[in-house]
């Protein structure tokens, strides 16, 4: 069982439309939560921090994080051509490596 | 802030010679430092946890007398790819960790494009 679970996609959503990207982790004492955004050919460049259940907004992105559910998301509001990457899920304990989910690639279609 | 730059950008070399990647944070000091392998269309493979003044801790199946690290201080860390063979070719990317804690995140270089003749 993979530690952390992304659906590879590739997920295409119509410009100006939410994106919504998922992430399941299996260590239940998971603290810290992270979304990053890799370009092709780029490193990941960090998005999203989310650390306590419920919703966290910055800008057009919301994360989300429910750890009963053992549950993490992404949601890209009036999603940009620009937004087109592919969306990293990171999970860690404290003071611990991060754990990388496979990754999702988005295609926002103008 | 938080900035993290890594040098060369990219390398090309001959079977068998050494490489050096150099990896700076440049506005905060990194108690931290992680190395990390990508090859293409798969996720990040993590190497080793460099911490300043101790030696690293490498993942299981990472050779620690193939793959040098040094991190001499609280902003600068390094990775040696010795003896490298083609199959090494890959893209390197070095990550820093401001401080301890929960809170902290880690911030990514622009990553060293390794290619080995």
């Known amino acids: 069982q993979k530690e952390v679970e992304q659906n590879s996609g590739p997920l295409s959503v119509p410009e100006g439309a939410i994106a919504s990207l998922n992430c399941t982790y299996s260590?239940?004492?998971?603290?810290?939560f992270f979304w990053y955004r890799q370009y092709s050919g780029k490193s990941p460049e960090l998005i999203m921090s989310i650390y306590s259940n419920g919703d966290k907004e910055d800008g057009r992105f919301t994360a989300q994080l429910n750890k009963a559910s053992q549950y993490v998301s992404l949601l890209i509001r009036d999603s940009q051509p620009s937004d087109s990457a592919t969306y990293l899920c990171?999970?860690?304990?404290?003071?611990?490596?991060?754990?990388f989910g496979t990754g999702t690639r988005l295609t926002i279609i103008p | 802030g938080a900035v993290v730059s890594q040098h060369p950008s990219w390398v090309i070399c001959k079977s068998g010679t050494s490489v050096k990647i150099e990896c700076r944070s440049l506005d905060f000091q990194a108690t931290t430092m992680f190395w990390y392998r990508q090859f293409p269309k798969q996720s990040l493979m993590l190497m080793a946890t460099s911490n300043e003044g101790s030696k690293a801790t490498y993942e299981q199946g990472v050779e620690k007398d193939k793959f040098l690290i040094n991190h001499a201080s609280l902003t600068l860390s390094t990775l040696t790819v010795t003896s490298a063979h083609p199959e090494d070719s890959s893209f390197y990317i070095c990550?820093?960790?401001?401080?301890?804690?929960?809170?902290?995140?880690?911030?990514f270089g622009p990553g060293t494009r390794l290619t080995v003749l």
């Open positions: 990550s820093a960790k401001p401080g301890q804690g929960a809170a902290d995140t880690q911030y």
């Open positions: 260590d239940r004492v998971s603290q810290s």
């Open positions: 990171a999970v860690s304990r404290v003071n611990e490596k991060l754990t």
